[in-house]
């Protein structure tokens, strides 16, 4: 019986359960299984030394998409340039380490028809900011400036946007009202950490891309009133899970539409709970 799941903390919110489950059930792998690991950074070692050869794969989320580099036994060129992988695929006794975050990435903004944006804003600079540079670079975007809180620890994410031929300057989330004169602001900020900027961003009159996914973002919302194109978290989301899904398997037919519809049922589900409309 094949296993596979998705690690990180916090983990009890993700739908990557959901997703690929669904994408198991649709492609008739009635006897795969997938689970979730609450696991910090220093609790991957110990976890993958617990999997056994009936393992296919983990989906890793923030804080492990760094570490697994360290611990897999081949990486993906993409993985290597970005500095982070989301996916270990397990074959053979073997860990191989991929990143499907900037396939997520760009289909998301291609099927929201965010794709000609040739200058962008990155909120943040972590892991997922650099797979956006990377994303934004396929896309054809020339330029990018990227925004963080301390902009000191973003030196990775703004060499990862210069090695794939992005121009990319790193500066403070304080200087924001200067850096908004741009078509495109991608935020790969944790959720609500961009809520007290929503008004500045929403007013520059650019489209926004908001990594955070469930009940709309108040960055997403607040654009959203203003009139202006703004797209959460939830088709990257999909789409790195539809290429997490075909690596692990070693299938091509992964039901993208299945997917996205247990998803969105899911995410519809949760709205209900929690109150929201």
Known sequence: MPHA???????AHSLSPVLHR????????ED????????????LPALLGGLGPDWAGLSLTMPLKRAALTLADTVSD??????????????????????????????????NGLD????????????????????????????????????????DAVEVGRRFGLAVEAASLGDLPALLDVDLVVSTLPAGAADPYAEQVAASGAAVFDVVYGQPSALVGTVERAGGRAVDGFPMLLHQAVRQVALMTGRDDVPVEAMRAAGTAELARRARASGGA
């Open 78 to 111: 993409l993985a290597a340039a970005v500095g982070a992988a989301n996916t270990l695929v397990l074959r053979d006794g073997r860990r191989h380490a991929d990143n499907t975050d900037v396939h997520g990435i760009v289909a998301a903004l291609a099927e």
């Open 116 to 155: 000609r944006a040739k200058s962008v804003l990155v909120l943040g600079g972590g892991a997922t900011a650099a797979s956006a540079l990377a994303a934004l670079a396929r896309l054809g975007a020339a330029e990018a400036r990227l925004a963080a809180r301390r902009p000191e620890r973003a030196r």
């Open 22 to 29: 669904a994408a198991y059930a649709a492609m008739g792998l």
């Open 32 to 43: 795969w299984t997938y689970e979730a690991f609450e696991c910090a950074e220093e609790g």
């Open 5 to 11: 799941a998705v690690a990180g903390s916090p983990i």
